[in-house]
């Protein structure tokens, strides 16, 4: 399992942020932290619209977030994209 090296988290107020620096070459992007739960709901800061599929990691800690393909010219950034997760401890 590779989990992704290039991100930073911060959080405020029951939200916590991803900050990926290198967008994922597969179709799956592997966070050791945080603990999803039931309610847990993934997003990209700039397509509000779009909920990213996840599931929880095999340990119980961290998350597997599906990366739907998206045409370079959908994503609001080209250096650094934010996942928004509600929900997760």
């Known amino acids: 399992m590779f989990i992704f ?3 930073r988290y911060t959080s405020k ?3 916590t942020y991803a900050i990926v620096l290198d ?3 597969t179709y ?3 966070l050791g932290e945080p603990t999803p739960t039931e ?3 993934i ?3 700039g397509l509000p619209d779009v909920k990213f599929p996840w599931k929880p990691m095999s340990e119980g ?4 977030i599906t990366i739907p393909p998206l045409p370079a010219s959908d994503l609001p950034c080209q250096w ?3 996942f928004k997760m509600t929900d997760v401890q």
């Open 39 to 41: 309610d847990t709901v």
């Open 80 to 82: 650094a994209w934010v």
């Open 13 to 15: 107020a029951g939200l």
């Open 28 to 30: 799956t992007l592997t």
């Open 61 to 64: 800690k961290g998350v597997i």
């Open 5 to 7: 090296p290039a991100l």
């Open 43 to 45: 997003t990209l800061l």
């Open 23 to 25: 967008w994922p070459t």
